[in-house]
């Protein structure tokens, strides 16, 4: 089944630094959503990047796509204590199901 | 502005006791709305998932089922409950426009479920 799978799997950093996530999926979308969920909380949602799209800001987020290496990162920029929390890639299956990966555990050391 | 709420947070229960997981959006109507669960923190499962009053359709065979009595409510439902039940219970809201597609999902707080 279509899915995102995130990598790494955990990413520890220090306050100030950048932390780039990435997601694979496996077949063809038409969009890509990353989700935030902090430590025993719902998923917030963070942006959505069309497949016609390449690249798109929201504040210290960028997110990028290829669509021809169905691959996406997140990069986070100049991170903070409070941007510790779980990160998520989603995607549309066929069936309309939104379909997530297993998740990045970003902690970011003050 | 809309809004989720999902309760209780936490849940205790025996094995073989009924569940009922409460879920209500406020602040838009005829939204679709979906259950997942979550093992260990990590990826989510999608359970149930309504695109309007009784409509359920369900993605897991297993002991557990939904109900949508009303536009803005979803209840998660077991009979009796077994200890693979355990795990962390999402309620997820989407707008309808595209039938989901291009559309983000907002999720509750959700319920922490612990099987004895």
């Known amino acids: 089944s279509q899915q995102g799978e995130e990598d790494p799997q955990a990413l520890s950093i220090q306050e100030g630094e950048n932390a780039t996530m990435n997601c694979s999926y496996k077949?063809?979308?038409?969009?890509l959503q990353w989700y935030r969920q902090n430590s025993g909380r719902g998923l917030v949602h963070l942006i959505l990047?069309?497949?016609?799209?390449r690249e798109k800001h929201s504040g210290r987020l960028r997110v990028t796509l290829d669509t021809s290496k169905k691959s996406s990162s997140l990069l986070i920029t100049a991170s903070r204590a409070a941007d510790t929390a779980s990160y998520f890639c989603?995607?549309?299956?066929?069936?309309?199901?939104?379909?997530f990966g297993q998740g990045t555990e970003l902690s970011v050391k003050p | 502005s809309q809004t989720i709420h999902q309760w209780p947070a936490t849940l205790v229960q025996p094995v073989g006791s009924p569940l009922s997981l409460e879920c209500t959006v406020e602040?838009?109507?005829?939204?679709?709305l979906y259950w997942y669960r979550q093992a260990a923190g990590r990826g989510l499962q999608l359970l149930f998932y309504?695109?309007?009053?009784?409509?359920i359709s369900s993605e897991v065979p297993q002991n557990l089922s939904a109900s949508r009595p009303q536009d803005r409510q979803f209840i998660l439902s077991s009979k009796k409950l077994l200890l693979s039940d355990s795990g962390f219970y999402l309620c997820?809201?989407?707008?309808?426009?595209?039938?989901?597609?291009?559309?983000?999902?907002?999720f509750g707080d959700g319920t922490r479920l612990s099987i004895l």
């Open positions: 077949t063809s979308i038409n969009n």
């Open positions: 989603a995607t549309y299956n066929q069936g309309g199901k939104l379909i």
């Open positions: 309504s695109v309007g009053i009784g409509q």
């Open positions: 990047i069309r497949s016609n799209e």
């Open positions: 997820a809201w989407s707008h309808k426009l595209g039938q989901g597609s291009n559309q983000p999902q907002h």
């Open positions: 602040g838009t109507s005829n939204p679709n």
